[in-house]
């Protein structure tokens, strides 16, 4: 879906070169002219000319898409870094947010998820492998229910399971939970890593846990998440899912600024 978007902008960036063409050659063509300045023609084919260079040369569309994406990134970049540094209590030292790894450690990850997130469960591996190795790494959970009805049960009840001290063995469960999940199967799970299920349920009606998923939201949308997963790595917004080899690398470079 975003390559066919870029595509569609960089073609509209295309036609607005060509106008933006076509309208600077006509007004030097109707221009008075200066005694010793030539006329200048405008072809009457241009657009058939233009035309005729792309289907020729189509890494131009290439070339403009990834220009396109590189301008947004850096924006996108922007305006996530002046949020973070706006935001460094909310996103760095709520005591509301479950937290992983090692709460001392020298660089902190602050992870936006939704637990129906497939990409989401493909990063979950790469944090726990990189951080369980590292032993250095505090991680900072945000809830962000996306996905429908499943996926605010789910968080709801990894919010609530901070009570009973089992956040991060529930979050685990629920990364790795394979199939469509329900209240049925988030409970099942619950019960699988020693959670007393009647304390979870009513624990999870607290409306302070909605509170805090709506925080996450209004963060999320000022960092410029767009979905899940999406990192906070150092003071580095890191959208979308990352591999091991990547996460270290941001976790190296956090650790040298």
Known sequence: MRSILLAIMAG???????????????RVATAPAASNAPDVAV??????????????NPEVLVEAMQELERKQDSQRDAVAAKAIGQNEAELFRDADSPMGGNPAGDVTIVEFNDYQCPYCKRAHQAVKSVTG????????Y????????????????ALASMKQGKHQALHNALMEFNGKLDREKILQTAISVGIDVAQLEKD????????IIDRNMALAAALGVRGTPAFVIGKQFVPGAVDADSLKALIADARRN
């Open 12 to 26: 509209l960036i295309v036609v607005g070169a060509v106008v933006a063409t076509r309208t600077s050659l006509s």
């Open 43 to 56: 072809p009457a084919d241009l657009g058939k000319s233009i035309r005729a260079y792309l289907m020729a």
């Open 133 to 140: 190795a590292d032993g250095k790494v505090k991680i900072i």
């Open 142 to 157: 945000k809830d962000l229910p996306i996905l429908g009805e499943p996926s605010r049960i789910a968080a709801l009840a």
């Open 204 to 211: 999870m009606e607290n409306p302070k846990l909605k509170q």
